[in-house]
């Protein structure tokens, strides 16, 4: 299976696929004498494409806009964020670990899984509701990047959940065009 790079939209001039240029609707209402740029209730014009044959007039069709491939920094950045947010929800309990398997090396995976088990353990064991609480509605506030070396990346990451703040630490390496984390550790 392939990577998945994050896309956003940037929106262009350029002619769009299959030769079709971008028009400005016209409000033609009769009522107002406005014969001017319809507005989308921001004070911009409303973009749209022509028509086709057998499509109704008083439908607006949004233009595709064309995708670009974000920095590899800011992919880098979303996927610490997601599998540490999942990571943390893997000790609260709440979520299999099994569905880090594709971003976690196996060792990695072992080793939340590890740790995962003894605090339900420990749970069961005491009783304690301050434990139950420990991992819960854990939220990453701030996720930092730094590249290494060539397809190699370290990240920071700052989860603060019910009972405390603390500081995840993420390796992240490319092989075979996807994102693995070799390295994960929870403070």
Do not use: F
């Not at 540490?84 to 090396?105: F, K, N, T, W």
């Amino acid at each position: 299976m392939t990577a998945v790079t994050p896309i956003r939209a940037v929106p262009t001039r350029a002619v769009q696929a299959g030769g079709i240029q971008p028009s400005v609707t016209q409000n033609r209402s009769v009522q107002d004498g406005n014969d001017g740029p319809a507005e989308d209730g921001k004070g911009a014009a409303r973009v749209t494409a022509p028509l086709k044959a057998g499509a109704s007039p008083g439908v607006a069709r949004p233009v595709p806009r064309s995708l670009q491939p974000v920095s590899e920094a800011a992919e880098v950045r979303a996927i610490a964020r997601g599998t540490v947010q999942a990571s943390m929800e893997v000790l609260a309990g709440i979520r299999p670990v099994h569905q880090l398997a594709r971003r976690l090396d196996p060792r990695c995976m072992a080793a939340l899984q590890h740790r995962a088990a003894l605090i339900r353990r420990e749970i069961t064991r005491t009783g304690n509701p301050a434990l139950a609480r420990l991992h819960r509605n854990s939220i990453v506030r701030s996720v930092r990047v730094c590249e290494v070396a060539d397809g190699i990346y370290e990240a920071s990451a700052v989860v603060v959940d019910d009972v405390r703040a603390r500081a995840v630490a993420v390796r992240l390496e490319r092989s075979k065009q996807i994102w693995r984390v070799v390295e994960l550790v929870i403070g």
